[in-house]
């Protein structure tokens, strides 16, 4: 089974920071990574996938990049929306046997 | 609007079954690939299990032989009927749908659409 490792597990950022999180496969997955981001009592919402297509209606300020096993994805300008769980998913097999990262808490400092 | 929503969560004792429920609008089941995820009272997301459009389904081995994904396509639902119930099984719920992209034989898959998510809490 692949491993998705996600770091850090949390982080506390001001509004207008720049912030990247990491995401590492246990083998090598090409692009075959998604990005979704998760606030509390809400079901997760896709961000990225093929680890840097910007899903429909995502803002620009997130973009993701990686291939291979280490992936991030970059919040170029934190706004006060933005501070939330964000996880990786690998989506390497076909037809795709998903696995998430452990995810990783956005805090606002 | 393409949407999905789940039904069915409860209490239940250790031991116990339940079914869940997914109902799409906006796009046929049939023709789609839906998964179940579950997430624990404050823990990540855990993939649980899928069925594809040609019917097949496949399940995380946490749930193999207890589970059963299926679905009904004259009433647009899947469903996860959850037998054997164990503590570590109380979760909320979601269905997700698959979105593709790209080109055969590289396809890019993805959860597009998640419902709101049913809770079930297994506890005597």
């Known amino acids: 089974d692949i491993q998705m490792t996600q770091s850090p597990s949390s982080l506390s950022a001001f509004v207008g920071d720049r912030v990247t999180i990491t995401c590492r496969a246990s083998?090598?997955?090409?692009?075959?990574l998604n990005w979704y981001q998760q606030k509390p009592g809400k079901a997760p919402k896709l961000l990225i996938y093929a680890a840097s297509t910007l899903q429909t209606g995502v803002p620009s300020r997130f973009s993701g990049s990686g291939s291979g096993t280490d992936f991030t994805l970059t919040i170029s300008s934190l706004q006060p929306e933005d501070f939330a769980t964000y996880y990786c998913q690998q989506s390497y097999s076909t037809p795709p046997l998903y696995t998430f990262g452990q995810g990783t808490k956005l805090e606002i400092k | 609007e393409v949407q999905l929503v789940e039904s069915g969560g409860g209490l239940v004792q250790p031991g116990g079954s339940l079914r869940l429920s997914c109902t799409a609008s906006g796009f046929t089941v049939s023709n789609s690939y839906i998964n179940w995820v579950r997430q624990a009272p404050g823990k990540g997301l855990e993939w649980v299990s899928v069925?594809?459009?040609?019917?097949?389904?496949d399940s995380a081995d946490s749930v193999k032989g207890r589970f059963t994904i299926s679905r009904d396509n004259s009433k647009n639902t899947v469903y996860l009927q959850m037998n054997s119930l164990r503590a570590d099984d109380t979760a909320v719920y979601y269905c997700?749908?698959?979105?593709?992209?790209?080109?055969?034989?590289?396809?890019?898959?993805?959860?597009?659409?998640w419902g709101k998510g049913t809770t079930v809490t297994v506890s005597s």
């Open positions: 069925i594809y459009s040609g019917g097949t389904t």
């Open positions: 997700a749908r698959d979105g593709r992209s790209g080109y055969v034989p590289y396809y890019y898959y993805y959860m597009d659409v």
């Open positions: 083998q090598n997955i090409s692009n075959y």
